[in-house]
């Protein structure tokens, strides 16, 4: 089962990754047009929504990896029995923050949907569309702390803490 929960992951940064390379092309192709005076309404906006979609996508996969920015200041002067039960806290309230985030997505896209909602600046978008990657990278992430809840109660460790993010925290 974790196997197919990491392969979402995956999906999930590759398509952030195309994100990425969305907003490259929309920034490009804005920058062409000003230089040939041509008038592409919209691709500043489509820009930030392509941002935005690849920053929740990545949210899992960042998670697992433990790129995400943790204060150890507090942890590293704990004692280990203490500094458990005070990571169980936090994996339990991050779980809770991101059930809300995903719920409220969720409801965000359902809303923008129901009610035909779109864009108020030139490119007039349903804004449901660019708001489903927040959806999906919020579900995502919920759910990666819910694994990394699952696997630490299994005790495996989830998060992964190389050299590299050990020497920078």
């Given at each position: 089962m974790s196997q197919l929960v990491f392969r979402f992951y995956q999906g999930l940064m590759f398509l952030?990754?195309?994100?990425?390379?969305?907003?490259?092309?929309?920034?490009?192709?804005?920058?062409?047009?000003?230089?040939?005076?041509?008038?592409?309404?919209?691709?500043?906006?489509?820009a930030g929504y392509a941002i935005a979609c690849a920053l929740f996508l990545a949210?899992?996969?960042?998670?697992?990896?433990g790129e995400h920015i943790r204060?150890?200041?507090?942890?590293?002067?704990?004692?280990?029995?203490?500094?458990?039960?005070?990571?169980?806290v936090c994996l339990v309230g991050g779980l809770t923050i991101a059930l809300a985030l995903a719920w409220f997505s969720i409801r965000l896209v359902w809303?923008?949907?129901?009610?035909?909602?779109?864009?108020?600046?030139a490119d007039a978008t349903p804004l449901w569309i660019p708001q489903i990657g927040m959806a999906l990278g919020c579900v995502g992430f919920?759910?990666?702390?819910?694994?990394?809840?699952?696997?630490r109660l299994r005790g495996d460790q989830f998060i992964a803490m190389g050299a590299e993010a050990a020497h920078i925290e």
């Open positions: 952030s990754c195309v994100s990425m390379v969305a907003a490259f092309v929309s920034v490009l192709l804005g920058v062409l047009a000003r230089e040939v005076h041509w008038d592409l309404p919209g691709l500043d906006a489509y949210l899992p996969s960042t998670l697992r990896r204060v150890t200041l507090l942890l590293d002067r704990l004692p280990a029995r203490v500094r458990g039960a005070f990571e169980w809303m923008s949907w129901t009610t035909h909602d779109i864009s108020p600046g919920a759910l990666s702390f819910a694994h990394a809840l699952l696997m």
